[in-house]
Antibody, heavy 118, light 111 residues
Framework: EVQLVESGGGLVQPGGSLRVSCAAS????????MSWVRQAPGKGLEWVSV???????YYADSVKGRFTISRDNSKNTLYLQMNSLRVEDTAMYYC????????????WGQGTLVTVSS | QSALTQPRSVSGSPGQSVTISCTGT?????????VSWYQQDPGKAPKLMIY???KRPSGVPDRFSGSKSGNTASLTISGLQAEDEADYYC???????????FGGGTKLTVL
């Protein structure tokens, strides 16, 4: 059974940094396409970043240059390093295993809440 | 403002059918056959219901169906059940610069 468990969220001041993690089981992160999707409180979904099985990474314009997606194959874990955080980055951050073709998010974690506030 | 436009709310009675629209442009919905739909219950993670416009993952009831015409995609739920009450989001691939764009979400109320 595929499981995704996020952790690492919390309260951080504007301009600060935070790394959130997504521990996977039931499949191999390194051979999968993996995304981060966020949802601000009471708002809709926003795609944030993707890492392909070959290692290429891509970002939404809203986080480009500030966020970095990565994975640790030995731990079967996905990460999102978030720097220069802004109030508007406040959201629930979900990791997702993507389909092997096309563009869709097949399995989702329960999310981890990141709050950026002074 | 979301890239894709969905109605804020729709409603229907048990047993009826409802359709949720998702309007984009030729750069996203109209340009690719990569539209997906997600169901989200309050406080829960989204769940994939439809992908590649009209394909259903295993375990999703066949009451859920998807289609696309031009720049507008649609999710139809037939034989509405109380458990279908949730928020629904559409998503489309939008090319190798923008990647994924979501709609603003539609709240489905089962009367």
């Amino acid at each position: 059974e595929v499981q995704l468990v996020e952790s690492g969220g919390g309260l951080v001041q504007p301009g600060g940094s935070l790394r959130v993690s997504c521990a996977a089981s039931g499949f191999t992160v390194s051979t999968s396409y993996m995304s981060w999707v966020r949802q601000a409180p009471g708002k809709g979904l926003e795609w944030v970043s993707v890492i392909y099985s070959g290692g290429r990474t891509y970002y939404a314009d809203s986080v480009k240059g500030r966020f970095t997606i990565s994975r640790d194959n030995s731990k079967n874990t996905l990460y999102l390093q978030m720097n220069s955080l802004r109030v508007e980055d406040t959201a629930m951050y979900y990791c997702a295993r993507d389909g092997s073709s096309g563009w869709h998010h097949v399995n989702w974690g329960q999310g981890t809440l990141v709050t950026v506030s002074s | 403002q979301s890239a894709l436009t969905q109605p804020r709310s729709v409603s229907g009675s048990p047993g009826q059918s409802v359709t949720i629209s998702c309007t984009g442009t030729s750069s996203d919905v109209g340009g690719y056959s990569y539209v997906s739909w997600y169901q989200q219950d309050p406080g829960k993670a989204p769940k994939l219901m439809i992908y590649d416009v009209s394909k259903r993952p295993s375990g999703v009831p066949d009451r859920f169906s998807g289609s696309k015409s031009g720049n507008t995609a649609s999710l139809t739920i037939s034989g509405l059940q109380a458990e279908d009450e949730a928020d629904y989001y559409c998503c489309s691939y939008a090319g190798s610069h923008t990647f994924g764009v979501f709609g603003g979400g539609t709240k489905l109320t089962v009367l």
